[in-house]
């Protein structure tokens, strides 16, 4: 490692990486700039969505993967399924309006 720091160019390199000077850097995106990539992803992703060929072949895909079992919820997880008693749930709730 001392070696590579010793050459003067790819110290400059990195260096220039480090403050973000060059493409990939690891300096953090503006705000301005994530608007802007928002911005321009969200036009492409309309753009794809407005193609009818993209659009069924898309929602094609999704269709048949929800239809997998394990990607459905598992009944006993869904939050509608009362998991703590057996009784109706109008004799559970009947005390709350006493």
């Not at 802007?36 to 659009?55: C, I, L, S, V, Y």
């Amino acid at each position: 490692m001392k070696a590579l720091w010793a050459d003067s160019e790819w110290r400059a390199r990195q260096i220039a990486a480090m403050q973000g000077k060059t493409k990939g850097s690891r300096s953090r995106t503006t705000p301005e700039q994530q608007a802007a990539r928002r911005a321009r992803q969200g036009e492409e992703t309309r753009k794809r969505w407005a193609d009818p060929e993209w659009r069924a072949k898309t929602t094609a895909a999704m269709e048949e993967a929800w239809q997998k079992p394990s990607r459905r919820q598992p009944e006993k997880t869904r939050a509608c399924v009362p998991h703590s008693s057996d009784k109706p749930p109008s004799s559970r709730f009947a005390r709350l309006g006493s």
